[in-house]
């Protein structure tokens, strides 16, 4: 059962589904999830997978585009701003706490990709998230200031601020608006240097096997310096304590990231690592996606 529902983030008009049991029941109350998808991605995609999954397993799940993406409104369009995608999903739970079959003292959080980077984030701020997992979590902020964990140096990263504020200038001087990629948008573009993350990233985004006429897998250039600015990791050594799950592929690129999530989590936590997986297998391939959802259904039947 999915049932199509929006709430609003200040101004902006979210659009969400809302994933229900099959055998649900008004007068019933059931633990809660809000679902972050991916940066470029929308709720019909990876996300929503992980949302259907979940909800045949007796979860209440909203999943929703993010502001200036998707369905979703607000300008500047494709704009992706971490303290913004932190506040949708704030505001996801308000709208959750107002359903009355949802125990709001039983809400957790997860994501993929960027989303679940995006959902550590939250939780440490947010306690009505009693739980919090990340499936190959990505967090925006250190991904945009690394290589696959690997250091960037400093005179890149200010050439690509400077480059950012150019563009910002100008766009005030009435210049058209510039975008990027986050995954290569021509097959062209793939050569044997090419990640494996982005690879597979264009099989999943720009082929039939993922792509949706909302997912634009672009972000707008100016979103630069606040994703260069926001920061996951720095306070979830004390801030992070409630349980924490990730999920992370054997072979993902991104894997780093969880590790490094792993160890500075100073609450209860667990790291499962998939066999033979990458980093977008986890996406929606069967095989790989029964092992995830398995051990997040074990997870969030806890709250």
């Not at 809302?18 to 991605?41: E, M, N, R, S």
């Not at 990876?46 to 979703?72: E, K, N, P």
């Not at 801030?239 to 990231?257: C, E, K, M, W």
Request: with cysteine; hydrophobic share 40%.
């Amino acid at each position: 059962m999915i049932q199509s529902v929006s709430f609003t983030n200040k101004a902006v008009a979210i659009s969400a589904h809302l994933h229900l049991p099959d055998d649900f029941q008004a007068d019933k109350k059931y633990p809660a999830l809000v679902g972050i998808h991916p940066a470029g991605g929308v709720k019909e995609q990876t996300i929503g997978l992980y949302a259907r999954r979940l909800a045949a397993h007796g979860f209440v799940v909203l999943v929703y585009d993010s502001s200036y993406q998707g369905a979703s409104g607000g300008e500047p369009r494709l704009l992706e701003d971490p303290a913004t995608r932190v506040e949708d999903a704030r505001c996801a739970a308000d709208y959750l706490t107002t359903l009355p079959y949802v125990a709001d003292d039983r809400m957790g959080v997860y994501g993929v990709c960027a989303g679940g980077g995006y959902a550590l984030a939250v939780a440490q701020t947010e306690r009505r998230f009693k739980a919090v997992a990340g499936v190959s979590a990505t967090p925006m902020g250190e991904a945009a200031r690394s290589m696959f964990g690997q250091p960037v140096s400093q005179d890149d990263l200010i050439r690509t601020l400077e480059a950012a504020a150019a563009q910002r200038t100008a766009q005030a001087r009435g210049g058209e608006p510039v975008y990027v990629p986050f995954v290569p948008e021509r097959l062209e573009d793939i050569d044997a240097n090419t990640p494996t993350m982005l690879r597979e990233g264009y099989d999943y985004y720009r082929t039939p096997r993922g792509q949706h006429p909302n997912s634009k897998g672009r972000f707008l250039m100016t979103s630069l310096d606040k994703m260069f600015a926001f920061t996951t990791f720095h306070l979830l050594p004390t801030l992070l304590t409630q349980p924490l799950l990730l999920i992370a592929g054997s072979d993902a690129d991104t894997r780093i990231f969880s590790e490094q999530a792993y160890a500075l989590a100073s609450g209860p936590k667990d790291l499962f690592i998939i066999d033979g997986a990458t980093h977008m297998a986890l996406y929606d391939t069967p095989g790989y996606v029964d092992q995830a959802v398995a051990r997040l259904v074990a997870f969030f039947g806890k709250l």
